[in-house]
C-alpha cells in the first residue's frame, strides 16, 4: 500500500493541533465566563467579546493583508455569524443563568449530535460507526460532568428552550461555515462572521456601556479575553481545522471540553472533582479517541508473481 505523502500528513498534524488549541481556550472560557457573568447581562456579555474579537481579527487582516472573501462565501458566513457567533452566544450566556449545569450539559451537548446529522445530509459526511459510538460515550460523559457539578438550582423551561435553541444554532452554523471555507480563508471567515455577529448584537450596546461604568475591572478583563482568545483565535484555528476535515469529526472533537474544564477548575478554582466528574471527563476524552480514530487498513500481502525463466 502506499504510504501518505509527507504533505498529506503535516496538514493532518496541523489540523489536529488546531483543533486541540480550540478546545483548550474554549474550555478556559468556562472559567472566565463565571467573573463576567456576574456584572455583565447576557447581551452585554456577547456584544463585548464579540467587539473584542472583531478587532484582534480585523488587526490580523490588515497585517496579512487579506482583503474581503469572495462573494461566493458570503452565504455561509453570513448565516454562520448570524447564527453561531450572534444568536447562539447570546442564548446560552441567558440560558446558563436559567438552568443548572446538568441540565445545560444535556441540552446544550447534544449540538455535535445535531452537527452530525446535519453534517450528513447536507454535506454528504459520512457517519461511520465508530463516530457514533465515540460520540454517544462522549454525551453520557458530558452529562456525567454536568450532573456532579450541579449546584441546588433548578431548571426553568424558558432555560431548556434557550438551551436548545443554542445546540441548534451552533449545529447550523457550522454546518454553514463548511462550504465557505472551500471559497475563503479560515482567517477571513472567522473576521468576518463575528464581524457579523457584532452587528447583530449592537442592539445592546446601552446595556454594555451601562454595565461597563459599574463592572470590577475582573469582571472586564475577562470579557476582553473571552473575545480575544476564545472567541477570536479558537474560531481561527477551528475553521483552519474544520477546512481539513469533517463537520462532524471536528463537533465530535468539542467533547474534549468537558473534561478540560473539570482539570481547568481544579487547577485555576480549586474545585476537587468527585469520582463522578472524574469519570465523566474521562468518558469524553474516551469517546473523542474512538471517534477520530480510523480502523484499522487491512494489509495485503503481497505475493511475488513466479519468475518467468528465459529460454535460450
Known sequence: MMNASPITNRTGVRAAAAAAVTVVLWASAFVSIRSAGTAYSPGALALGRLLSGSVVLGVMLVVRREGLPPRSAW??????????????????????????AGTAALVVNIGPILIALLGAKVLGDPMPPRLLAGMAVSFAGAVAVGLSMSGEGGSSVLGVVLCLLAAISYAAGVVAQKPALRQ?????????????????????????????????????????????????????????????????????????????????????????????????????????????????????????????????
Open 184 to 312: 475563503a480563508g479560515a482567517l477571513q471567515v472567522t473576521a468576518f462572521g463575528c464581524l457579523v455577529g457584532a452587528v447583530l448584537c449592537l442592539p445592546f450596546a446601552g446595556q454594555l456601556a451601562h454595565e461597563a461604568a459599574h463592572a470590577p475591572g475582573s469582571a472586564t478583563l475577562n470579557m476582553v479575553y473571552l473575545g480575544v482568545f476564545p472567541l477570536a483565535l479558537a474560531f481561527t484555528t477551528w475553521a483552519y481545522a474544520l477546512a481539513r476535515t469533517t463537520a462532524s469529526r471536528m463537533g465530535a472533537t468539542t467533547y474534549a471540553v468537558p473534561a478540560l474544564v473539570v482539570l481547568m477548575s481544579w487547577l485555576a478554582l480549586g474545585e476537587v472533582p468527585g469520582l463522578l466528574t472524574l469519570a465523566g471527563g474521562a468518558l469524553c476524552l474516551a469517546g473523542v479517541a474512538v471517534s477520530r480514530s480510523r480502523p484499522r487498513a487491512t494489509a495485503r500481502t503481497a505475493v511475488p508473481e513466479p519468475q518467468r525463466e528465459e529460454v535460450p
Open 75 to 100: 452565504r455561509g458566513i453570513l448565516i454562520s455569524g448570524v447564527l453561531w457567533f450572534g444568536f447562539y452566544s447570546v442564548v446560552l450566556n441567558w440560558g446558563e443563568q436559567q438552568v443548572d
